[in-house]
């Protein structure tokens, strides 16, 4: 801190900006999502992703033309992965002299921090929500290393409050949404439910789900609910579908391609997704790319009435916000949604809508000001904040 | 029949008869909600749909409150009306939006059927006998075998099987013609039909998967399913207390209880004069540190030597769970003071409380590790070696039989070898193997998980409803209070169940119970190991002393032995030995002693 800036952007150049990413593209999850919207939106800038390495990345890269550093190896911890992410991408700094470093997450903190201090490079950190609370040291210490920081919900900013008072500039810009080139529904047999999540946490609200479903089928029995999305919870989760006697009603897709989950997004009649506030201090749904992506085809959604999908939500006009620990109100709305075809038409028409408002393209052009904000003037950052990025309510 | 529930219901009765199908359904009721509004059998606005309900809705108002906003209307408080409307809205898909412990019938005029349901963890008992197209049903045995006598034939292979275990598995009953619906399912009759639908609604969960979450997040999450669970439980029109054993899991129960209450909660706990187990000590503790409202009862010989042959002749099926006594000891002084007491029955079965899990598992890898022939001969030194009792059991727990066998010897003292020598002629003949055989039949297949998974699951579609969730219900029926479990609650069973057994069982077992504790609740280092209590009973001592003129009177005119079910001249070698304190025999003496004034009883009624 209070460190000189050895050399500025360069006259004519552009600003070098270095991702750090725990988590990016092929893995799948928002949080790649976010980095890697961003690797590839961003134009006014210079950009190199450091990511960890991952099966498929390769190719992924190749294909992709971003200039990605993958670091290898770290072992099973992600402790370890995560210490040879900052090392790596502070020796990359070295190198490549960046004006900018964002930060992805809270882990990639301490790396942002050092480059910070060494090249004087501005630090613009993201926060999404699980992980302040899983780490809230680190996330103190990420928020007040940083000249901005950037929560992706109202909801996620009380959380930033909550561990770092002290936090600098903390901005509310939403996450995006992928805007379809063809959104027209395509026909499905059954009446369909989607939940698009990865199966590793339990506050994504599978549990309950489960529990809602066999409450659905007494009044749409031949509904279906289609779970795309892999990890550790998935067998228990395929067990209690089985133990509620609701198991040829559901199926697991696991991880599959993004066609494949758009058409998928295509068919739906709902999505489905009521995400809780976990217990203790973890804090859940920071978003939840997934609402707007399904509001993108024009389809209405059932979230849990907390955390960060009260902002990716509007209840009553893009989807019913109800609450995620009560299966038979998550029934209730989804078997309105599935039995109200004008009520599903309207909700998904107007989520449409405001999915168009959160296309990625706006939000990177969002992020993209902020990153730029302050550089070429003094590192105090009297620079203007971009439009805070509140979605309309 | 509603007659024999009195004690089940001492507040009202009352009967429904729809003549057309010649179908009744009728109920005896305990007022805890909506005292005067709760008469049933209740129907909807049209008298089309009828309940009978034993049990509790612990979600009830919030159900209420659903079905009012979609029209519904409500004539009482009372939480069986919410099974009519519910019914109504979701047909036999209801059972999965209640919470609570509960078997009911529904009369659904219209479509000229009868649905009747049980509860998740089979809390609540439902006795079904089935012929030709004609259904009966009751709460209990006994009633429903007043209204078909001819029915009144003890089945020899339930008799076998309640000897080895020390209590009747389900489905089947003590009597050949009568079943239990098991718990978490459902059966529907309809008039006409050649015979009823009976299926599963929920079963225990029981993968464990290794995870990526921390043990924090999951504590964190359990302890919030726990604190809603109290909570809910909690909500009476009558007083409520907590039955305090001073183990873990009361003391949990007792804990989240106390948090949840704005008055001051009232523990009650019960000690004996006699024996080396004495827990009032350790309950008054915590009691102190949660201040509340305490009482004690002290069981005496006295009062054992009146109340043990009572409660053993009055329970409805044969039960040799010998904390029976106790925990009606308990329920009967509590009565006056409460109406519902929360309990911590459940958490050892979920959680993985019982040192067994752990030992079974251990001895199953050290068995797959080393070569059978090592594995013999280290169980064959160690019997070898078996001066005393203890080691002769860890030798038999280390003998190379399979998991299963190992297990049910574990639990049953190994009565099953002792058969032989006790079986009178009525038993004698029977095939000895089926015991073993429908018990891996409920158990399954191990599936790839963890020994210990697959135990825990066993008790808790075995051991859990047909021995303690009877003794605690028939228990404090018996006296009309109400107990209401505290950890069987479907959130937290579904967490538990989908957790690695390592999770449980690290430390020293039942993790997840240790970590949902308030830091300061345990009082001193002399409890910092807490072990197993959960009410334990000087079962030695009172056979010895208060119940010795018992099993002599027994000896002499009991029916098992005159119906030649068990052989009395090795009965009162038995007997003989333990009173000369040679010997325990008090793991084959309750049973007989149990099923002994139990059958009395039972045959006596057969006299009138």
Redesign the interface.
């Known amino acids: 801190m209070g460190s000189m800036r050895p050399d500025g952007p360069r006259p004519g150049a552009r600003p070098r900006l270095l991702i750090v990413t725990p988590d990016f593209p092929p893995a799948p999850g928002g949080i790649q999502v976010v980095a890697h919207r961003l690797a590839a939106g961003i134009v006014g800038m210079e950009i190199e992703v450091i990511a960890p390495d991952s099966p498929g990345a390769a190719q992924f890269d190749a294909a992709s033309g971003l200039r990605v550093r993958r670091v290898r190896g770290g072992g099973a911890l992600r402790g370890g992965r995560n210490a040879l992410l900052n090392f790596a991408a502070l020796a990359h700094a070295l190198r490549f002299r960046p004006d900018v470093t964002l930060s992805a997450h809270i882990v990639a903190s301490p790396a942002a921090a050092a480059i910070r201090r060494l090249l004087g490079a501005r630090t613009v950190q993201y926060f999404h929500a699980e992980e302040i609370g899983a780490k809230p040291r680190l996330a103190d210490f990420a928020a007040r290393h940083a000249d901005d920081s950037i929560a992706v919900s109202a909801y996620t900013a009380g959380l930033i409050a909550d561990v770092a008072p002290s936090a600098r500039r903390v901005h509310v810009i939403a996450n995006g949404a992928d805007i379809p080139v063809d959104p027209s529904p395509r026909p499905v047999d059954r009446p369909t439910i989607v939940t698009i999540a990865r199966v590793e946490e339990r506050y994504k609200g599978h549990d309950v789900m489960v529990r809602a479903l066999a409450l659905v089928l007494a009044k749409v029995p031949d509904a279906q609910w289609v779970v795309i999305g892999d990890g550790s919870l998935r067998p228990g989760l395929e067990q209690l579908a089985r133990s509620y006697g609701v198991a040829d009603a559901v199926r697991f897709l696991g991880a599959v391609r993004d066609d494949e989950r758009d058409a998928w997004l295509a068919r739906a009649h709902v999505l489905a997704m009521p995400s809780r506030l976990p217990a203790g201090q973890f804090a859940g749904e920071g978003f939840g790319i997934a609402y707007l992506e399904a509001a993108a085809y024009g389809k209405p959604v059932v979230a849990g009435n907390v955390g960060g999908a009260v902002d990716a939500v509007a209840d009553g006009e893009t989807g019913l916000l109800v609450d995620p620990n009560d299966p038979l109100a998550v029934a209730e709305a989804i078997t309105r949604l599935l039995c109200d075809g004008e009520l599903a038409a309207r909700l998904g028409a107007a989520g449409q809508a405001r999915a168009q408002q959160h296309a990625w393209p706006k939000v990177v052009e969002r992020v993209e000001a902020l990153l730029l904000a302050g550089l070429g003037s003094s590192s105090s950052g009297q620079a203007p904040a971009p439009e805070a990025g509140r979605p309309n309510r | 029949m509603c007659a024999t529930l009195r004690h089940r219901g001492p507040d009202d009765e009352g009967v429904h008869t729809d003549a057309d199908s010649g179908v009744s359904i009728g109920a005896r009721r305990l007022a805890i909600m909506d005292l005067p509004g709760g008469h049933q059998p209740l129907c909807n606005e049209d008298g089309t749909v009828w309940v009978a309900f034993n049990g509790e809705i612990y979600n009830h108002r ?2 209420r409150d ?1 079905l009012r906003r979609r029209g519904h209307t409500f004539s009482t408080n009372a939480d069986t009306e919410v099974l009519v409307h519910l019914y109504e809205e ?5 059972v ?2 209640l919470e609570g412990m509960f078997a009911f019938a529904v009369w659904d005029q219209r479509a000229a059927r009868l649905l009747l349901a049980r509860d998740r963890f089979g809390e609540k008992p439902l006795f079904l006998h089935e012929h030709d197209g004609e259904l009966l049903f009751a709460s209990e045995l006994t009633s429903l075998l007043q209204v078909r006598p001819s029915l009144r034939e003890l089945d020899p292979y339930a008799v076998d099987a309640f000897f080895v275990f020390a209590y009747v598995p389900g489905p089947g009953t003590i009597v050949s013609g009568v079943r239990q619906l098991q718990p978490g399912h459902l059966l529907s009759w309809k008039r006409g039909a050649a015979s009823s639908r009976e ?9 464990g ?6 043990f ?2 999951v ?6 399913l726990l604190d809603e669970s109290v909570r809910t439980r909690m909500v009476a029109d009558v007083p409520v207390g907590v039955f305090l054993s001073g183990g873990v899991d009361s003391t949990l129960v007792a804990a989240t209880a106390a948090e949840a209450s704005s008055q001051r909660l009232k523990t009650f706990t019960v000690g004996y004069d006699t024996g080396a187990v004495n827990e009032t000590e350790r309950a008054r503790a915590v009691a102190e540190r949660l201040q509340s409202e305490h009482h004690e009862v002290t069981l005496t010989q006295d009062d054992v030597a009146e109340r043990a042959p009572a409660v053993l002749a009055a329970l409805d099926q044969p039960l040799a769970d010998r904390a029976a006594i106790p925990l009606h000891t308990l329920s009967e002084f509590a009565r006056p003071r409460v109406t519902v007491a929360l309990g911590g029955e459940g958490a050892d079965e979920l959680f993985g409380g019982y040192p067994r899990y752990r030992w079974l598992e251990r001895a199953r890898r050290l068995q797959s590790a080393l070569p059978d022939v090592a594995v013999r001969s280290l169980a064959g030194a160690l019997r070898q070696s078996a001066k005393l009792g203890p080691i002769e059991r860890a030798s038999t727990r280390l003998a190379p039989t399979p998991v299963l066998e190992r297990n049910l010897d574990w639990v049953t003292s190994e009565r099953r070898h002792r058969r032989e020598a006790l079986y009178g002629p009525r038993l004698m003949k029977l095939d000895r193997g089926r015991v073993l055989a429908n018990l891996a039949t409920r158990a399954g297949e191990l599936d790839g998980g963890t020994a210990a998974r697959w135990l825990m699951h066993l008790d808790q579609v075995h051991y859990l409803p047909d021995d303690v969730l009877v003794k605690t219900d028939r228990a404090s029926m018996l006296v009309s209070l109400e107990i209401r479990t505290a950890f069987l609650h ?2 937290l069973a ?1 967490l538990a ?2 957790l690695d057994t390592s999770m449980h069982l690290a430390g020293a077992g039942k993790a997840l119970v240790h970590a949902m504790l308030p830091a300061d609740i345990i009082p001193t280092t002399r409890f910092a190991r807490y072990r197993k209590t959960a009410f334990r009973v000087p079962a030695a001592e009172w056979l010895r002393g208060p119940l010795a003129p018992v099993l002599r009177r027994q000896l002499e005119r009991g029916t098992i032995y005159s119906e030649g079910f068990f052989d009395r001249r090795a009965a009162e070698r038995l007997v003989g030995e333990h009173a000369a304190a040679t010997h325990d025999h008090s793991d084959q003496l309750w049973p007989l002693l149990s099923f002994g004034l139990w059958a009395d009883r039972f045959h006596g009624l057969d006299e009138a």
Not at chain 2, 199 to 207: I, Y
Not at chain 2, 209 to 214: G, I, K, L, P, Y
Not at chain 2, 219 to 224: G, I, P, R, T, V
């Open positions: 919030k159900l659903d979701y047909g036999e898909a209801m999965h939006a299926r599963s609604w929920w079963t225990p969960p029981q993968v998967v290794r995870r990526s979450e921390s924090a997040s504590a964190a999450e359990a302890k919030l479907a959130g579904e169940g989908s």
